[in-house]
């Protein structure tokens, strides 16, 4: 009875492994070949093996803006957490009409793309449409400026398009946890008002954690949202390697800041995986 | 119900492939937008008419992913279409890999219509590359804000713009010559490094007024005429067209010159049509599509100006008779990633 189960669930294991290996690791493989072979101005690139466009990382100004993006990245994630968390326990808090209209709602904002986000963004801070003129129509701003491209407009486009994924990543376990451990602490004492920060956020440290993770590995990807919100100073290495790789057709550049991208990506998560485990301990 | 879907897909998808090798049909591709679809629109039908060769019209994307694109067809030794609408700099960099057919100038009659040097000759005499049209880049206002018309490039560093300036964030877009001839008096500063970051840093002046570096057409023109721009660098045809449109947009010609590009068409390798293709060369040559062109889509016309019949006015409305400045494309090429890097971090930093 036992083996049939475990036989099957390693068919699919292996069919999960192979589409991995085929559709993942071999085009990781291509990329970092591709980024060893030397660009070629007049053409594409030349097979031969050089380490100039790893040094280009480090000579010229590619370094910063990797920081940048870790930088853009993380602050993103953790607002979109800090964000959506509330929001879930929220909903989950509610009677279960609102709860599903909640969740639909959600949902259909994840089908948006995020180039109409971007655009619905840039119109809603824009002087001669958005925001900038409603607060001259109150009188709130005699002169007012449009309020994009910005550093906060670009984050604004990152936390929209984080936030239906993040709440509803955290409304399933939301909607299932056991209430009484809140009704316990609030019979043992604890003021209603601090329910949220005493017994809910420990309970899901390890869900938070995860979820900050993974949202800020998504947000490092983002292309459109630097692009159309932020400033140049506020690009992220997406846009960068894009430029090389697309705009000025160097794939090897573009490859070898892919790599360093990634590898600094998988450091910065271990790191981050470390010290949670050495917090628990 | 999804093995019949699917089996529909692959039988439509087996015969759309066989259509196209069996008829005459070209397959065109131009720069997504106001010039594909009005090519589509304008031109291309004038041409089936005459031939009877039906046209496939698709658009393509920015040049450099265009020719990333083909170099990556090429090498699966496909067409993505079999002629395309490319700027020099796309072209030269493909014939140096060879990425397009060579086509014979005997039977292409109409190109002697041309001005000299628009009908490139290989070494054999064989040609690989077909003038199509030039444009031209200007410095571009809101009316609203500035009536009056710019007299010269070197108004865009006064500080009046009111940090609403509209700027392109590739090199190649033709600021690093205006900067050049407006204030180092000619293109010869650009032939060495230093002398391209001693450009560059003047281009770094602008930056506090610089409220967009863009890379999307859309996105400037709709904010100039929202007037979340004052001003900047915009094609002179698309502003052209919003100026007949009413919005309150003025496209000038400095003193020192607009700025203008060549664009070619070019036969990618593998494309099985080349016979049809020297046709719609042959045909896209005449003075009279030239000038059919500079109506409709209001970009520059290559051949003589006394063959067309353009009126005065058709004429200065799509260019100028002040001597333009001209991308050094042999400098891009030569500095490609130097200049680029150089460019982008003056920008991003």
Known sequence: ?281 | MRATKSLTLATGLAIAIGGAATSEELTISAWGGFFEETLAAEIYPGFTAETGITVNSIAQPEDSTWMTQLMAAARAKQAPADLSLVVDEVLFRGKEVGLWAKLDPANMPGTTALKDGYVKLDDDGKSYAVGALAFYTTFVTNTDFAPEAPASWAELWEDKWDRKLGIVTTPNSGLLEVTAKTFFGGYDVMETREGLERVIAKIAELKPQVSLWYRDEGQFQQSLEAGELNAGLYYHDVAMLSIWDGKPIASTFPAEGGIVSDAYWVVPRDSENIEAAEKFLSYMSRPEVQAQMARTMGVFPIVPRESMDLTDEEFSAVGSEIEPIRVQTHIHLREGDWLETKYQEMIAQ
């Not at chain 1, 929001?87 to 180039?115: D, G």
């Not at chain 1, 290495?237 to 794939?251: E, Q, R």
């Not at chain 1, 550049?253 to 790599?259: D, E, F, N, S």
């Not at chain 1, 998988?266 to 949670?276: D, G, R």
């Open chain 1, 1 to 281: 009875m036992t083996a049939r189960p475990a036989y099957g669930a390693f068919c699919i294991g292996l069919f999960a492994f192979s589409a991995l290996a085929v559709f993942f690791v071999v085009p990781l493989f291509f990329m970092v070949v591709v980024s060893f072979y030397k660009p070629d101005p007049m053409g594409f690139y030349k097979v031969t093996f050089v380490w100039e466009n790893y040094q280009k990382f480090f000579a010229s100004f590619y370094y910063k803006v990797s920081l940048r993006s870790l930088y853009s990245s993380a602050l993103g994630a953790v607002l979109v957490v800090a964000l959506a968390f509330p929001t879930a326990i929220a909903v989950s808090n509610l009677s279960r009409k609102w709860q599903l209209f909640w969740v639909i709602l959600l949902l259909s904002l994840m089908c948006l793309s995020e180039v109409i986000i971007g655009f619905a963004w840039l119109i809603i801070l824009s002087e001669s449409a958005g925001i900038p003129r409603l607060l001259e129509f109150l009188g709130l701003w005699t002169n007012p400026r449009s309020l994009s491209p910005s550093f906060w407009a670009m984050m604004i486009g990152l936390v929209f398009l984080g936030f239906s994924v993040v709440t509803l990543m955290i409304y399933p376990q939301a909607a299932k946890r056991d209430r009484s451990i809140e009704e316990a602490a609030v019979t043992l004492g604890t003021p209603p008002s601090r329910v949220f920060t005493k017994v809910l956020v420990p309970s899901f440290r390890p869900t938070l954690i995860s979820v900050t993770l993974t949202m800020f590995v998504y947000l490092l990807g983002v292309f459109v949202m630097p692009t159309m919100l932020g400033r140049p100073k506020d690009w992220t290495m997406t846009v960068i390697i894009s430029d090389k790789a697309l705009g000025d057709a160097n794939l090897p550049l573009g490859a070898a800041l892919a790599v360093v991208m990634l590898v600094v990506t998988a450091i910065t998560l271990a790191v981050a995986l470390l010290a949670e485990r050495h917090g628990q301990r």
